[in-house]
């Protein structure tokens, strides 16, 4: 297979705009090589059930016939719809360098009702069997396919993991054994012990996590890995992962492992862990110990697969944890730092509410100040949506361009879920509880609505901006001039540097701006916005276009 390493010779990006599109060849800034930059990637956080599907005859398994509620089954989006849709470039347009997708392995098989109408598993977070795959969400055949085209568009994977709970118990899905789990007491998250030794709702098994006793595998596991031929196979693979990490079979390193198979097999890139704060957190160190094994492994085995040096990436959702409160989360009764237990980046719930109470130079300054001193080598993952919060920056969807411009030029890691960049109603008529945030993709909109058209061609622009210049996620920020709004975003590593100018809220027509010391006389700029070339004279540049935003690079 070709080495896919996207470390460009030169770079070749469309942007395309209400007046169609243009190509524009760049040497970019003064090195002829973009590295991926982890810290400010531009992360599609997806529903793999909810995003596209793109093969009908997987729909309907495991008699999962019962009536859910509404957006509260599965809807048919897979895995291959997935691939259909990096293969036709929408990921790419939009400027996303790595995809998130929701947990894929297999999933309980009845439904349950928790106080919302019936729900099956088509979020993926209740677990049945974590070695297999749900046939919903397709095959492993599809997830190694999937893993290739997004890798040859250079576009990492990261999948979902859960280590904290097994799914829910139905007639169809029996409670793991007693030495696994614990169904007793519900978290009250007024302490470290009371959010991490109880269950997060009542019907939802909690791990063991603290757990250091050899367990056998539940008798359920092992009749289905018989049924499916493939006990031997599991069990050898077991027997050999324990003997080389010498642990305890204990339930956390059973899951740890299962994990870290995908990555073995797949190649997959990163992991986002799910409800990170209710286990302790040196299960994530291990985690991060095998996944950083599990990767290495992969890429000495496939060595013309390999992208580029990366290390594993992994992001901790602490449900609740803020940039603000710098690398340590507090429980109330202790405080603990995720970051130095096996975590890269960190979810940022704060995001949404800075963004919404303040203006730009507010918000990057703040940014970037606390990334480029006590999160420095670290991330975290910006959002103004997403799948289980109630409280987005724009639940009615009317600040879509303030949103796209927000997050695309923040620093950090910025999170598209699905949808944000095509105004995804998150307010659907007849759902209960999160169901509403989990809609179907706007496909047709996006094929069919001027305005959804327009919204769209913006966050491409600012994705295609972010994705192509590491300096403006994981750069240091500095405001220029307050009147005009114009800021540069720097960034250096090795023999990699990356330089800046951007305006906002600039007037309309022709804007005469000053590029201070940041581009000499003569330089040759590209605004990535309007798609417009201007030469630097007397310390400034002219751009004449009919938008207030410019986005200037170096050709």
């Not at 790595?98 to 977070?125: C, K, M, N, R």
């Not at 603290?210 to 006990?231: A, M």
């Not at 997959?268 to 160190?285: L, N």
Request: charge should be negative; proline fraction near 4%.
């Amino acid at each position: 297979m070709k080495k896919y390493t996207f470390l460009f010779l030169s770079l070749v990006f469309i942007i395309t705009g209400c007046s169609g599109s243009k190509s524009v060849t760049m040497n970019n800034n003064n090195t002829s090589k973009i590295p991926f930059v982890w810290e400010g990637a531009n992360v599609y956080f997806l529903l793999t059930d909810r995003f596209y599907n793109g093969d009908k005859s997987n729909d309907s398994n495991f008699n999962r016939t019962k009536t859910p509620g509404k957006l509260r089954g599965f809807e048919g989006g897979d895995i291959i719809g997935i691939t259909k849709k990096i293969e036709s470039g929408y990921f790419e347009k939009l400027g996303i360098n790595a995809i998130w997708l929701t947990p894929i392995v297999e999933q309980i098989h009845d439904g349950v009702d928790e106080g919302t109408g019936l729900s099956y598993g088509f979020h993926g977070y209740w677990a049945k069997d974590w070695t297999a795959l749900d046939p919903n969400f397709g095959t492993k055949e599809d997830l190694a396919n999937l893993v290739k085209k997004a890798h040859e568009k250079g576009i990492r994977i990261v999948l979902d993991g859960v280590i904290n709970h097994t799914g829910p118990v139905t007639p169809e899905d029996p409670v793991w054994p007693s030495d696994w789990v614990r169904t007793g007491v519900v978290c009250d998250y007024k302490s470290f012990e009371n959010t991490t030794m109880c269950t997060l709702v009542d019907n939802l098994p909690d791990v063991k996590t603290e757990s250091t006793q050899n367990v056998e595998l539940p008798p359920f596991l092992i009749e289905k890995w018989k049924k499916e031929g493939r006990y031997e196979k599991e069990i050898a693979s077991l027997d050999e992962f324990f003997k080389r990490t010498g642990y305890p079979r204990s339930p956390k390193y059973y899951i740890i492992k299962w994990l870290t198979d995908y990555i073995l097999e797949f190649g997959i890139d990163g992991y986002r862990a799910d409800t990170v704060k209710h286990t302790e957190e040196g299960v994530w160190a291990d985690f991060k110990k095998e996944c950083d094994y599990a990767f290495e492994t992969w890429k000495k085995h496939h060595p013309m697969q390999v992208l580029d040096q990366n290390p594993f990436y992994t992001i901790a959702e602490v449900y609740g944890y803020g940039i603000s409160g710098g690398q340590d989360y507090d429980f109330g009764d202790r405080k603990v730092n995720y970051f130095q237990n096996g975590f890269n980046s960190m979810i940022n719930f704060e995001f949404k509410w800075n963004a919404g109470q303040s203006d730009y130079e507010t918000l990057f300054s703040k940014y970037s100040n606390h990334l480029n001193n006590e999160l420095k080598g670290y991330s975290v993952l910006n959002y103004v949506s997403s799948h289980d919060d109630g409280q987005p920056f724009d639940a009615n969807r009317v600040k879509g361009f303030e949103a796209g411009t927000k997050l695309l030029l923040s620093p950090g890691m910025s999170q598209v879920y699905y949808g944000d960049e095509s105004n995804r109603s998150l307010v659907i008529e007849g759902t209960n509880g999160d169901a509403t945030l989990r809609s179907n993709m706007n496909w047709d909109d996006i094929q069919n609505n001027p305005d959804t058209k327009f919204m769209l061609s913006h966050w491409q622009k600012l994705g295609q901006f972010r994705r192509n210049h590491p300096a403006v996620g994981a750069g240091v920020h500095t405001q220029l001039s307050s009147q005009p709004y114009l800021f540069s975003r720097t960034y250096s590593k090795g023999s990699f540097s990356d330089k800046v100018l951007i305006g906002l809220d600039l007037p309309e027509g022709r804007k005469e701006l000053s590029v201070y010391s940041l581009f000499e006389n003569g330089t040759k700029l590209h605004d990535g916005f309007s798609n417009q070339v201007a030469e630097v004279v007397d310390g400034k540049v002219i751009i004449d276009s009919e938008f207030g935003i410019v986005l200037l690079e170096k050709i």
